[in-house]
């Protein structure tokens, strides 16, 4: 990416971090990534794995594209995925390639044709669509095992719904893929960061969907990650080298600190305001 494209990317990202709406902001990656040309697009999202991973100012923005991947990706054709997934592959972008690969599941998963005992019965998928759009609390946790997406994306909407019932479908296991992707296409969780944590723990959540979201793990719960056994070999390797680059990051501010060139935090200037994350 030459100096004009790199200014480019850079502008972009500062744009997105001014969009407050996820869809909007979603809506204009989309566009960027389907005008393109394939290597760009490919390198930016380079440069956007990048800065995710790192501590410098477009950090924030960056792990905004990531969190908001999974409704990105649903904006993009086929053809469109593909494209950029071989020029990702052909310069050695393996995080590129991960986001865009075709998000099988990480472990096989059966359909389900008829609702477990939990669900209400006698109920039609039309009933139990509307019940989940005005849903009483009594009933709620009868719905979160609901095998249909429709049922679900109207209760991830629902007021009454809690992050605590939102983590047990994301914990749900076994459950179809397409549940999970109804979890992470859903903005008003997707902010929630014991939300995208419970995705990357599941082992039936797509590898696209888990990929793009264990970048966003703090360093801390990254062994969790990667110590989980029934997860994706490819899910738990990206995890234990994050974990190794953000520990040797880590490693050289703490020595930094520790320099006598250090300015000790009662010499900083006392006008500097509350530090920003």
């Given at each position: 990416?030459d100096?004009t494209?790199?200014f480019t ?5 500062g744009?997105?971090r001014?969009l407050?709406?996820?869809c ?5 990656i ?5 005008e393109a040309?394939?290597?760009?697009a490919?390198l930016?999202l380079?440069m956007?794995c990048?800065e995710?991973?790192?501590d ?5 923005a960056a792990r905004?594209?990531l969190s908001?991947w ?8 086929p053809?469109?995925i ?5 020029i990702?592959?052909e310069?050695?972008?393996?995080p590129?390639?991960?986001?865009l ?8 998963y059966?359909?389900?044709?008829e609702?477990?005992p939990?669900?209400p019965?006698?109920?039609t998928?039309g009933e139990?669509r ?7 609390p ?5 719905l979160l ?9 109207r209760l991830?909407w629902?007021p009454r719904v809690?992050e605590?019932?939102?983590?047990k479908?994301?914990s749900?296991n076994?459950?179809s893929?397409s549940?999970?992707r ?7 969780w997707?902010?929630r960061?014991?939300?995208k944590?419970?995705?990357v723990?599941?082992?039936?959540c ?11 793990i703090l360093?801390?719960?990254?062994p969790t990650v990667f110590?989980?056994?029934d ?9 234990r080298?994050?974990?190794?680059k953000?520990?040797?990051g880590?490693?050289d ?5 520790s320099?006598p060139?250090a300015i000790p935090d009662q010499e900083?200037?006392?006008?500097s ?5």
């Amino acid at each position: 990416m030459d100096q004009t494209d790199s200014f480019t990317a850079y502008e972009l990202l500062g744009r997105l971090r001014a969009l407050l709406d996820p869809c909007a902001r979603a809506a204009k990656i989309a566009t960027f990534i389907s005008e393109a040309p394939a290597r760009r697009a490919a390198l930016w999202l380079e440069m956007v794995c990048r800065e995710a991973r790192g501590d410098g100012p477009m950090r924030d923005a960056a792990r905004l594209v990531l969190s908001d991947w999974a409704t990105v990706k649903g904006m993009l054709t086929p053809r469109t995925i593909s494209e950029a997934r071989v020029i990702a592959e052909e310069l050695g972008l393996d995080p590129v390639a991960q986001l865009l690969d075709n998000g099988k599941p990480q472990k096989g998963y059966r359909e389900e044709t008829e609702p477990s005992p939990s669900h209400p019965r006698g109920l039609t998928l039309g009933e139990r669509r509307a019940l989940a759009r005005r849903i009483s609390p009594r009933i709620i946790e009868r719905l979160l095992m609901d095998p249909d997406p429709g049922v679900i994306r109207r209760l991830l909407w629902n007021p009454r719904v809690t992050e605590t019932e939102v983590l047990k479908i994301a914990s749900r296991n076994p459950v179809s893929p397409s549940i999970l992707r109804e979890v992470a296409l859903c903005p008003r969780w997707m902010s929630r960061y014991r939300v995208k944590l419970a995705l990357v723990l599941n082992p039936c959540c797509p590898l696209s969907v888990s990929l793009s979201l264990v970048k966003l793990i703090l360093h801390q719960d990254l062994p969790t990650v990667f110590e989980k056994e029934d997860l994706n070999p490819q899910l738990r390797e990206e995890a234990r080298s994050l974990w190794k680059k953000n520990g040797e990051g880590i490693f050289d501010h703490l020595r930094g600190m520790s320099s006598p060139n250090a300015i000790p935090d009662q010499e900083a200037d006392s006008t500097s305001g509350v530090r920003c994350k």
